[in-house]
């Protein structure tokens, strides 16, 4: 059975008590059907986890004591996901889908044949998107989340990590890269249009490797996704 989880800002320690009230009351009772003397994992989305006895249920809140503290755990292979904005609620899924499969960072980057544009004060909207999706398959980390203004400088940001783009026109099949021999790697998905010529001659410059895209003609978030289960599986993460 799955111990009901919930993520706050800060963990208390051992023996600690503490009152979680509002959304988090709401989703124990109403929806977890938390009780008394039940399990509660506590998270505070740095991996850091804390299980907690339930010491009382009530109209309003959900009073708990911190029975042990587990510190946070490197994970042995480590994914960033840069991928375009993309319109209406596809970004949304984007984050939600790359924190249920525990993808490390998701930056999103504008690139040449973008066609949303996204700000940032939209990036506390999408962590919260990733901060419930985490919540509700146990994921202990939360998926960050970051935006950068063009693909060069999202690139900049992620340099001295091994960077791979995924290209329909042709590369390296992912299997013969021997990931799971690596502690992390960059995963880099275009929008809609693909990447443009530009952005190409960028990989090139920077040493990138172009990873073979078999398949349909995927939709911009569909293929954000199959990048990053196939990256996870690669490193020995699924």
Same mark, same amino acid.
């Given at each position: 059975?799955?111990?009901?989880?919930?993520?706050?800002?800060r963990? &208390?320690?051992?023996?600690?008590?503490?009152?979680?009230?509002?959304?988090?009351?709401?989703?124990?009772?109403?929806?977890?059907?938390?009780?008394?003397?039940?399990? *509660?994992r506590?998270?505070?989305?740095?991996?850091?986890?804390?299980?907690?006895?339930?010491?009382?249920?009530?109209?309003?809140?959900?009073?708990?004591?911190?029975?042990?503290?587990?510190?946070?755990?490197?994970?042995?292979? !480590?994914?960033?996901?840069?991928a &375009?904005?993309?319109?209406?609620k596809?970004?949304?899924?984007?984050?939600?889908?790359?924190?249920? *499969?525990?993808?490390?960072?998701?930056?999103?980057?504008?690139?040449?044949?973008?066609?949303?544009?996204?700000?940032?004060?939209?990036?506390?909207?999408?962590?919260?998107?990733? &901060?419930?999706?985490?919540? !509700?398959?146990?994921?202990?980390e939360?998926?960050?989340?970051?935006?950068?203004?063009?693909?060069? @400088?999202?690139v900049?940001?992620? !340099?001295?990590?091994?960077?791979?783009?995924?290209?329909?026109?042709?590369?390296?099949d992912?299997?013969?890269l021997? *990931? &799971?021999?690596?502690? @992390?790697?960059?995963?880099?998905?275009?929008?809609?249009g693909?990447?443009?010529? @530009?952005?190409?001659? *960028?990989? !090139?410059d920077?040493?990138?490797?172009?990873?073979?895209?078999r398949?349909?003609?995927?939709?911009?978030a569909?293929?954000?996704?199959?990048?990053?289960?196939?990256?996870?599986?690669?490193?020995? @993460?699924?």
């Amino acid at each position: 059975m799955t111990v009901p989880t919930w993520y706050l800002d800060r963990l &208390s320690g051992v023996g600690e008590c503490m009152r979680l009230s509002g959304r988090a009351h709401h989703y124990l009772v109403r929806v977890l059907r938390v009780a008394a003397s039940e399990t *509660l994992r506590l998270c505070d989305g740095t991996g850091r986890t804390a299980y907690a006895r339930v010491l009382v249920v009530d109209e309003s809140g959900v009073e708990v004591r911190v029975e042990t503290v587990e510190a946070a755990t490197l994970r042995r292979f !480590q994914l960033t996901l840069i991928a &375009s904005p993309l319109k209406r609620k596809g970004t949304d899924f984007v984050a939600a889908r790359c924190a249920e *499969l525990g993808v490390d960072r998701l930056m999103l980057a504008h690139m040449e044949r973008s066609i949303a544009r996204m700000e940032d004060d939209r990036l506390e909207r999408l962590e919260r998107v990733a &901060s419930e999706a985490a919540r !509700q398959v146990g994921q202990a980390e939360v998926t960050r989340v970051s935006l950068a203004s063009s693909l060069a @400088r999202a690139v900049d940001a992620v !340099q001295g990590q091994p960077l791979y783009f995924l290209w329909e026109e042709g590369g390296h099949d992912l299997r013969d890269l021997r *990931l &799971s021999e690596h502690d @992390r790697a960059v995963c880099v998905v275009g929008p809609e249009g693909g990447f443009g010529e @530009r952005e190409v001659a *960028l990989f !090139q410059d920077v040493g990138a490797t172009p990873v073979f895209f078999r398949g349909a003609a995927y939709k911009a978030a569909t293929a954000a996704v199959i990048g990053a289960v196939l990256f996870l599986h690669a490193g020995g @993460r699924l």
